[in-house]
């Protein structure tokens, strides 16, 4: 549960501080290589930590992967440009897949079916205690002492967690019978450069160079080549890491697209929201947290509720009420008038998160139940890796969307004092002295277009996960005699 603490802050603390730690490096125009990155290596780790927890288990994989995490942490907090910091959130981000599959694998292993709800709602406190307490934390953090701090927080948490796994938990001895077969290293080279290549161009696209230049498509070939490597790669490997068998499975590859969606969805109000919050409705970095929060809390309360729910219309009947609640709050957002009162979007965010609540966990416990424990591990970090796929690509191109409306707005309305560089819009709105109010009333304005954009693509994914569920996934989902 501590370890889980350290992923739960990683979502919510580093938001609210961007603007100060672009304001202190720089680097406003990729700033969201910070979130791609981390989640980049993330993803591409998951299903590889899945596969060794399958064959060594659970215990040595999530020690290392806590170790790592906090040795990218102490890095992160000695960055001395974006290059750097960004460098080492992909090393941060390296063991938080450990942190983030494994974790959910052991709630599965130690807990039958009927067993699950009670810890998953204890599990759920950790998300509430560190999900709502990081956007405000990360705030308190930015404005009174300095963003580096968000990091060397993670560093007696994980130290105190690592000592209790390594004393505390015990597994069961595995069976002689079990194999232990090769691990696809080529194969989580050849995601990791696919997806790596592929999120750059997204980045870059529109920013850097035309959607339609040469670089762009060269980018994006280069992208689906790799991705036909991958699974030529993946279907001669003895234990690939992205096995055929998680998308032959219907109940298994329906949770793969919904999660992949939410993915999408979850970067809209994670990354999105606290700049808004800041540069948009004018909120110190303490007032962003607490607009976020209200997601933050409303997401574990209901998550725990959820096994009241799922248990009368099934897993599937709970995630289509859940995403179809989150899909209307989503679209609602860019409803919100212009200036908004921060009560507007702290309410937003409260139902958007009580909506995912009830979509995420009865999608996670009703895959897992449908599998033995041999199985478990790739089946979760399949979930999990489809779930930051689509936060990779999201943070991505929901930057590079944001990029491209301000461009454009700026542009097509030219004003005295306005900046012309997207590295210098934070700044300018970070101290408002320094250009007239009628220019920082455009900024602020097109920042606001650039997050409506965001949330219509939000609700757009939000409502693809609904016709997955609705359309792919079956009524009730198979679980095992051995699970119930």
Not at 308 to 336: K, N
């Amino acid at each position: 549960m501590l370890a889980m603490a350290l992923a739960a802050l990683e979502g919510t603390i580093v938001a609210t501080a961007v603007p100060q730690v672009v304001g202190d490096l720089g680097g406003f125009s990729v700033f969201s290589w910070l979130f791609s990155g981390y989640l980049l290596a993330v993803t591409v780790t998951l299903p590889v930590y899945g596969k060794l927890s399958d064959t060594f288990g659970r215990k040595p994989v999530l020690l290392f992967g806590t170790g790592l995490f906090l040795a990218g942490s102490l890095l992160c907090s000695l960055a001395w440009n974006m290059a750097a910091l960004i460098a080492f959130r992909v090393v941060q981000g390296l063991g938080g897949g450990a942190l983030q599959g494994t974790v959910q694998t052991l709630a599965a292993d130690l807990y039958p079916l009927g067993d699950r709800p009670k810890i998953q709602a204890r599990m759920s406190t950790v998300w509430a205690a560190s999900a709502l307490g990081g956007p405000a934390l990360g705030g308190l953090l930015a404005a009174y002492a300095h963003w580096r701090w968000i990091f060397l927080l993670n560093l007696p948490v994980g130290a105190l967690a690592l000592w209790l796994l390594h004393r505390h938990l015990h597994e069961p001895a595995r069976s002689p019978a079990a194999a232990r077969g090769r691990t696809d290293w080529a194969g989580a080279l050849a995601v990791f450069a696919c997806g790596g290549v592929l999120l750059f161009a997204v980045v870059q696209g529109g920013v850097a160079w035309p959607w339609l230049s040469a670089p762009s498509l060269s980018l994006l070939a280069v992208s689906a080549a790799l991705a036909l490597l991958v699974v030529r790669i993946e279907r001669r490997a003895e234990e690939p890491v992205l096995p055929g068998w998680v998308w032959r499975r219907r109940t298994i590859a329906a949770v793969n697209l919904a999660m992949a969606a939410l993915g999408l969805v979850m970067v809209a109000p994670m990354v999105f929201v606290p700049m808004y919050a800041q540069s948009v409705l004018g909120l110190d970095p303490v007032g962003a947290g607490f607009v976020m929060s209200g997601m933050a809390l409303t997401w574990p309360i209901t998550a725990a509720f959820s096994q009241h729910v799922y248990r009368r219309i099934g897993f599937r009947g709970s995630a289509v009420v859940g995403i179809g609640i989150a899909c209307a709050v989503l679209f609602s957002f860019t409803l919100l008038p212009h200036p908004a009162r921060p009560w507007q979007p702290a309410l937003v965010m409260l139902l958007l998160g009580a909506g995912l609540g009830l979509f995420q966990l009865p999608l996670i416990v009703g895959v897992q139940s449908t599998v033995g424990w041999a199985e478990r591990g790739t089946t979760t970090a399949s979930v999990l890796f489809c779930r930051q796929v689509g936060q990779s690509l999201g943070a991505a191109l929901f930057g590079a969307i944001a990029n491209l409306t301000i461009t454009a707005r700026l542009a097509d309305t030219p004003g005295a004092g306005l900046p012309t560089r997207l590295d210098d819009v934070s700044k300018a709105l970070e101290q408002p002295g320094s250009i007239p109010a009628a220019a920082a009333d455009q900024l602020r304005a097109a920042m606001a277009t650039a997050v409506d954009h965001i949330f219509v693509c939000a609700a757009a994914a939000a409502l693809a996960a609904l016709l997955v569920l609705l359309l792919v996934a079956p009524r009730r989902f198979p679980v095992l005699p051995d699970n119930l």
